[in-house]
């Protein structure tokens, strides 16, 4: 039972803090399937997943531009699909 009253806790503040930075989760979710949806054609599904990760990310720095880590987060999302390239390069 500690376990499960610890995850609620959790999950209340991460839920409240996230409706406080990005506003509500509808909103967010709705532009970020738009933007999802621009990217679905891409024809490599671990790239096509970066795309999703950086989609949601913008989406996030549209409402708090002044929030680095997620700005740092697409940086590295756009990281990982150069090496997704290297490693279909040489593989």
Known sequence: MENTQRFD???QSITQ?????????ADSFRE???MQS???GCKDP???????????KMVRL???PD???????IAGYARTIAIILDD???G
């Open 46 to 56: 671990a790239v096509r997943h970066a795309l999703n990760m950086i989609c949601v």
């Open 62 to 64: 549209a409402r708090t």
């Open 9 to 11: 806790t959790a999950i």
């Open 88 to 90: 279909d390069d040489h």
């Open 38 to 40: 621009m990217v679905s």
């Open 17 to 25: 803090e996230r409706g406080e930075d990005y506003g509500p989760p």
């Open 67 to 73: 929030h680095i880590d997620s700005v740092i987060d």
């Open 32 to 34: 970020i399937m738009i």
